[in-house]
Nanobody, 126 residues
Framework: QVQLVESGGGLVQAGGSLRLSCAAS????????MAWFRQPPGQEREFVAA???????????YYADSVKGRFTISRDNAKNTMSMQMNSLKPEDTAVYYC????????????????WGQGTQVTVSS
């Protein structure tokens, strides 16, 4: 079992920045692919970014088109954490952000993720 806890959400003006963190416990995340999803008000949960494990050495980052160039996902296996730096935030980035871990399946679909955090609210004002 992996327990995930997000932090770092808040209220920010458009154009501002936030850094989200995800702390894992119970098991090392080293062999898991990690991701951020978000759920805007009244909408379904959507993929934001993922950082996949490959051969335990290389990690590859993937982003939704809507955040590419603005968000940066990273992980620190030694600290069992994952983060996401969010710059140039827009009102449409307003959502509850979730971190998640998976060990199989496509990175883009939430049903492939076995472990989830409780979410952290990000609100971007115009």
């Amino acid at each position: 079992q992996v327990q995930l806890v997000e932090s770092g959400g808040g209220l920010v003006q458009a154009g501002g920045s936030l850094r989200l963190s995800c702390a894992a416990s119970g098991r090392t995340i080293r062999y898991y692919s990690m991701a951020w999803f978000r759920q805007p008000p009244g909408q379904e949960r959507e993929f934001v970014a993922a950082i996949d494990w490959s051969s335990g050495i290389l990690y590859y980052a993937y982003y939704a088109d809507s955040v590419k160039g603005r968000f940066t996902i990273s992980r620190d296996n030694a600290k069992n954490t994952m983060s996401m730096q969010m710059n140039s935030l827009k009102p449409e980035d307003t959502a509850v952000y979730y971190c998640a871990a998976r060990d199989r399946g496509s990175r883009y679909y939430p049903e492939n993720y076995a472990y989830w955090g409780q979410g952290t609210q990000v609100t971007v004002s115009s």
